[in-house]
């Protein structure tokens, strides 16, 4: 298995797998956990 930090737009990250740190009363999330969150439809 292989990680690597990416600094490309997470809309052009093709993976399985993803890592997102965040704090558990953090709401709304912000930044690129926040779009990832949008995008999952609240999922995060």
């Known amino acids: 298995m ?3 930090i ?3 737009s997470i809309d052009k990250t093709h ?3 993803l890592v997102l740190s ?3 009363d953090e709401r709304p999330l ?3 956990n926040g ?3 949008w ?3 609240g999922r995060v």
Do not use: V, W
């Open 15 to 17: 993976s399985d797998t």
């Open 30 to 32: 912000r930044g690129a």
């Open 35 to 37: 779009l990832i969150d």
């Open 22 to 24: 965040f704090f558990k």
């Open 2 to 4: 292989k990680a690597k």
């Open 39 to 41: 995008r999952l439809c």
């Open 6 to 8: 990416l600094s490309e």
